[in-house]
C-alpha cells in the first residue's frame, strides 16, 4: 500500500492539506474557546452602555444615584476616571478596584483587565466632557471548553473544515495523477522496448517530468539510430568482403583444382587473391582507425601546422595523379596564414581523401581547387572540383561509413569500401572542427573545413 508514485503524491498532498487544515481549525477553535458566545454578547452589552451614556453624559454622569441604577440596571459596572486618572466614581465599591485603562483608552472594541484579586473582567472605555474617562467593565463569562461545541461559529467552522478536505483531497488526487501518469507511460514504454509499436510519449505535466521525457524520447531515438547503424554496419561490412572472400575462393580453388593451369592463369589467380586481400586488409585498418577516432583514443600527435606547408605538399603528391586524368589541380592561399594546433599526418590524411576523391570524380580537363582564409578565430580550408557532383538526396549521408553515392559518383573499378569520407570527418572532429558538404549534381562538389587557429 502507498507503495507508487501516484498514491504517495496523494498522501503527502493529503497530509499536507489536513495538517494545514488542522492548524487553522484549531486558531478558530482557540479563538472561540477564548471568545465564547457569551463573552461575545457581554462585550456587545458593554458596547451598548457605553453608547447610551455617551449620548446622553450629563443626565447620566452629574447624578451618582441615577448612573448607579442604569449600571444595575444593565448589569455591567461603571467607572468613572477624571482627568488626572484618579477615581471619581464606582457603581460597584464593593469589587477589587480595576486599575485605569493605560492603553488604548480611546479604543472602542472591549478590553480585558485584571483586579487585584487577579479576576479578569471584560471592558470598553469612552472619553467624554471634561476629560473624564469612562469604563464600563462585567466580569468576563467563564465557560467550559466543551461549551465550543454548542457555539454558534463551531457547526459553520466545522463544515468549512470538511468541505475544504474534500476539495483538497481530490484536487490532491488530480495533481498525483499530473505528475504521475506521464511517468508511468515512459516506464510502460521502457518496459515493452524495443517494439516496434513503440512511439515516443509525448511530453505532459510539470515541466520537470516533461523535460524527463522529452530526454526518454531522444534517448530512445538514439538508441534506434545506434542499433540501425549497428545493423547497417554489419550489412554493409558482410556486402563489402562478399566480393573479395568470392574472388579470393574462386582463384584459391582455381589453384587448387589445377584449372588454372598455365604460369600464366596461376600468376592472374594469384595477383588478383593478392590484390583482394590487401583490399580487405586496408578496409580492417580503416575500420579500425575509424573506431578508435569515435570511441576518442586515437593517438593524436598535436603541435603547431604550418598550413601553407602542409597544403603545398598535399599539390606536390597529387601532381602527376592530376597529369595523367588531365586535371588542373590549383592551390589559392594567402601568405600570411596563421598555423593550427593539430596532428599533421592526421590533417594530410584529411587532405589526401579529399584530393583523390576530387581527382577520381572530375571529368577531363577539369579542374580542383584547394583554397584557404582566415575566418576570425579560425581556418576555413575547401577542397572544389568541376566533376560530376553529388545529388541532393545524397548529402546528408555522405559522411557515413560504408555509403557510396553511385551512381553520380561512382568510380568504377577504383572505388573504395566508403569508409574515407567517415575518417575524414572524425578527424576534423577530433581537432575541434567541423566539415560540410555543398554540391549539386552535374556542378562539382566544395569540401568546405573549419579548424580553430592556434592561439599564441
Do not use: C
Not at 132 to 139: E, K, L, N, Q, S
Not at 258 to 263: G, K, L, V, Y
Not at 346 to 369: E, H, M, P, Y
Amino acid at each position: 500500500m502507498f507503495t507508487s508514485l501516484r498514491s504517495r503524491l496523494w498522501l503527502s498532498y493529503a497530509l499536507v492539506v489536513t495538517i494545514a487544515l488542522s492548524i487553522v481549525a484549531v486558531v478558530l477553535l482557540v479563538y472561540i474557546a477564548r471568545n465564547p458566545l457569551l463573552a461575545r454578547q457581554t462585550q456587545q452589552q458593554l458596547s451598548a452602555v457605553r453608547d447610551s451614556i455617551a449620548d446622553s453624559p450629563g443626565r447620566l454622569l452629574n447624578d451618582p444615584t441615577t448612573l448607579t441604577n442604569f449600571s444595575q440596571e444593565n448589569n455591567v459596572r461603571v467607572i468613572v476616571f477624571n482627568p488626572s486618572r484618579e477615581l471619581i466614581f464606582d457603581s460597584s465599591p464593593d469589587q477589587p478596584v480595576l486599575p485605569f485603562p493605560r492603553r488604548n483608552i480611546l479604543n472602542q472594541n472591549s478590553q480585558v483587565a485584571v483586579d487585584a484579586n487577579g479576576e479578569a473582567w471584560l471592558y470598553t472605555t469612552s472619553r467624554i466632557t471634561g476629560g473624564r474617562v469612562v469604563m464600563i467593565a462585567a466580569p468576563r463569562p467563564r465557560v467550559p471548553v466543551l461549551n465550543i461545541f454548542a457555539d454558534e461559529f463551531f457547526i459553520p467552522i466545522a463544515q468549512g473544515w470538511v468541505i475544504a478536505l474534500l476539495l483538497s483531497l481530490v484536487l490532491a488526487f488530480v495533481l498525483s495523477r499530473w505528475v504521475a501518469d506521464p511517468l508511468q507511460k515512459v516506464v510502460l514504454v521502457a518496459q515493452n522496448y524495443p517494439s516496434d509499436a513503440i512511439q515516443p510519449v509525448p511530453p505532459r505535466g510539470p515541466r520537470e517530468v516533461q523535460d524527463l521525457t522529452r530526454a526518454f524520447n531522444s534517448m530512445i531515438e538514439r538508441v534506434d539510430n545506434s542499433q540501425r547503424s549497428q545493423r547497417d554496419f554489419v550489412a554493409n561490412v558482410s556486402h563489402e568482403l562478399k566480393t573479395p572472400l568470392t574472388s579470393i575462393q574462386g582463384f584459391a580453388q582455381a589453384i587448387l583444382d589445377d584449372t588454372a593451369n598455365t604460369p600464366e592463369a596461376r600468376r592472374q589467380a594469384a595477383q588478383i587473391i593478392y590484390d583482394e586481400s590487401g583490399r580487405m586488409h586496408r578496409m580492417a585498418l580503416d575500420l579500425l582507425d575509424l573506431a578508435r577516432l569515435e570511441g576518442g583514443i586515437a593517438d593524436l600527435k598535436m603541435s603547431q601546422v604550418d598550413v601553407e606547408a602542409l597544403l603545398n605538399s598535399i599539390v606536390e603528391k597529387f601532381t602527376p595523379q592530376a597529369r595523367s586524368v588531365r586535371v588542373d589541380l590549383l592551390l589559392s592561399i594567402p601568405d600570411d596564414l596563421p598555423t593550427l594546433i593539430g596532428d599533421g599526418d592526421r590533417l594530410a590524411q584529411v587532405f589526401d581523401n579529399l584530393v583523390d576523391n576530387a581527382l577520381k570524380f572530375t571529368s577531363v580537363d577539369g579542374q580542383v581547387t584547394i583554397s584557404a582564409r582566415q575566418v576570425v578565430a579560425e581556418m576555413e580550408i575547401s577542397v572544389a572540383d568541376s566533376g560530376l557532383g553529388v545529388a541532393k538526396e545524397a548529402l546528408p549521408r555522405l559522411f557515413d561509413r560504408f555509403y557510396q553515392a553511385d551512381p553520380s559518383r561512382a568510380g568504377g573499378e577504383n572505388h573504395g569500401a566508403g569508409l574515407g569520407l567517415a575518417i575524414v570527418k572524425e578527424i576534423v572532429e577530433a581537432h575541434g572542427g567541423r566539415i560540410g558538404v555543398r554540391s549539386q549534381a552535374g556542378q562539382g562538389a566544395i569540401f568546405t573545413i573549419h579548424l580553430p587557429i592556434a592561439k599564441i
